[in-house]
């Protein structure tokens, strides 16, 4: 039967812009379609106070790289654009520690570290993974402080990062596929990683796998949102798009494709795969669906001082470039922004105890504002805030969890949630809260400048925030136990496939992107070429 298309991929990011790789090899007729713009290198903003150019609200008029969710228990940080969360990333590639692999949610027949092995070593090569940072600046002497400081030296490292170090400034040929690729030029330390690199140092998915997938004639589709994946009664799916952010001339168009791969992003996936079900449009979807929902069990809080060190190049450097574990559970490493890439900061306020009720917790932060309302005023000021704070990112491999369900508020459909298996998704870390005392006291030792330890507002009420959002539309051994199977096609409906953040099944602890790349290659390795036999088993 005739379809558009043999492949449409929903999303482009670090799953979507592999399954566009590894199938257009196979000969595959693939579309990528992508809520959000197209970037080159000149297009992202020169600081994040370009509202347009840095923030997806497309409804109104901002098509950037940095989306923001709010759930109940959660407010979430990602991605948006041609290249999804690599667009505005640290670049930062850890692999997981053995918890990760030991969870009991993964399919009990294959040894998954094993597995896992080679496919993580393709999506090193790929993402151009420096092992460790090589540069030290304050940033980093202050991290390794506060790990002493802590007890914890041993623990310390430089990040592995994905970016083109090379001459700063330099453009040289593509260093990294024998010149397939797009020209490259050196880091600059400019400190905008998460904003967008102007540089074109940042190994984004434009400057790999989507620029090899489409010169070997994958298409991909730039400002189309999916809003509906149907089953076709004569085969395939029915995928239906429209403009993003068009308040009249919505431009819907339907393709038909024989199959569909979900790499919207954990929000974006779950979203639109709970749509399908409710509609009916997706008859045979998991009940699991929505449930071992994770957020890295994180927590982003900081310190900052009151005001610039005199030799704190605070912002200078790759966005994240050291860590340290507070325990054998806990992550953390330091965040920058570069030099006017300040709007962030709006998130931080006074850290205040989590496991008091919440008139307490406010009641802790006006104290705090009415006893030092000069230094409060000094430390909340936006003012050079990225070159006078250290943000602390901190990550957990914890067995807790969130269930995400859609309902309906003011005639729209939304994504909402509860807790879920295991413990607690946390409201607050007090490791974190160490870890920020600990990187405040170090950065007072260091430049005599009066600093504190900071927390979110969103935190104040008990709302963690995370970077990190995974699962929901997990692997399980069956309909049962997960959305997808082992080779992360969707049960119930063979033709569907999940690859992108939905499907990891637990809390890395560290950073995921590097885990949702290896697993995607690995689902894509098994994928059979165009018209021939395949090898996996049915469902």
């Not at 896992?116 to 030290?136: E, N, Q």
Request: hydrophobic share 40%; glycine share 12%; proline share 6%.
């Amino acid at each position: 039967m005739e379809y558009d298309e043999d492949v449409v991929i929903v999303g482009s990011g670090f799953g979507g812009s592999v399954a566009a790789l590894r199938l257009v090899e196979k000969g595959y007729q693939v579309r990528v379609l992508e809520a959000g713009r197209r970037f080159e290198d000149d297009d992202f903003a020169k600081t994040s106070w370009n509202l347009r150019r840095y923030l997806w609200a497309p409804a109104l008029g901002c098509f950037g790289v940095q989306r923001i969710h709010r759930l109940p228990h959660a407010m979430i940080l990602a991605g948006a654009g041609v290249g999804g969360g690599s667009l505005n990333y640290a670049n930062t590639l850890y692999e997981p520690g053995d918890a990760f692999f030991a969870d009991r949610q993964w399919p009990s027949d294959t040894e998954w570290r094993s597995e896992l092995a080679p496919h993580y070593a393709t999506a090193k090569r790929m993402l151009g993974v420096v092992d460790r940072y090589p540069h030290t600046g304050p940033v980093e002497r202050i991290m390794a402080g506060a790990a002493a400081d802590l007890g914890v030296s041993d623990t310390f490292r430089q990040a592995p990062v994905g970016v083109f170090l090379g001459m700063p400034g330099v453009t040289v040929p593509d260093p990294f596929f024998d010149g397939e690729g797009p020209e490259r030029t050196g880091c600059t330390l400019c400190g905008n990683c998460m904003v967008g690199c102007r540089v074109g140092a940042k190994n984004t998915l434009m400057k790999n796998y989507l620029a090899l997938a489409e010169r070997r004639g994958a298409v991909i589709e730039p400002l189309r949102t999916v809003t509906e994946v149907r089953e076709d009664p004569r085969g395939g799916y029915l995928v239906t798009t429209q403009t993003s952010g068009a308040w009249i001339r919505r431009r819907r168009r339907t393709i038909r494709a024989e199959q569909v791969v979900f790499a919207a992003g954990t929000w974006g996936t779950q979203k639109l795969l709970h749509r399908m079900k409710a509609s009916g449009a997706l008859p045979r979807l998991s009940d699991a669906l929505g449930h071992l929902t994770r957020t890295n069990s994180e927590a982003l809080d900081g310190a900052v001082a009151v005001r610039v060190p005199d030799a704190g190049e605070y912002a200078h450097g790759v966005a994240i470039t050291t860590s340290f574990h507070v325990d054998e559970r806990t992550h953390v490493e330091n965040v920058r922004y570069g030099p006017g890439s300040n709007l962030m900061g709006a998130l931080a306020t006074v850290l205040v105890p989590g496991d008091r009720s919440l008139p307490r917790r406010i009641g802790a932060l006006l104290g705090q504002v009415i006893r030092h309302p000069i230094r409060q005023l000094r430390l909340s000021s936006l003012h050079h805030w990225s070159e006078r704070g250290i943000i602390a990112l901190v990550m957990q491999n914890a067995d807790n969890s969130l269930t995400l369900s859609l309902r309906r508020r003011f005639g729209r459909e939304v994504l909402t949630s509860r807790q879920g298996h295991g413990e607690p998704n946390p409201s607050y870390l007090p490791q974190a809260h160490r870890a920020s005392s600990a990187i405040a006291a170090r950065m007072q030792a260091e430049t005599g400048v009066p600093s504190e330890p900071r927390g979110s507002w969103p935190e104040v009420f008990g709302i963690p925030m995370t970077a990190h959002f995974l699962g929901g539309a997990v692997i399980g051994a069956s309909a049962k136990d997960g959305v997808i199977d082992a080779h992360h096609r969707v049960w119930g409906h063979p033709g569907l496939h999940v690859v992108d953040g939905a499907a990891v099944p637990a809390n890395p602890g560290v950073n995921p992107s590097l885990t949702i790349t290896a697993m995607a290659e690995r689902a894509l390795s098994h994928w059979p070429h165009k018209g021939g036999p395949d090898q996996r088993p049915a469902q």
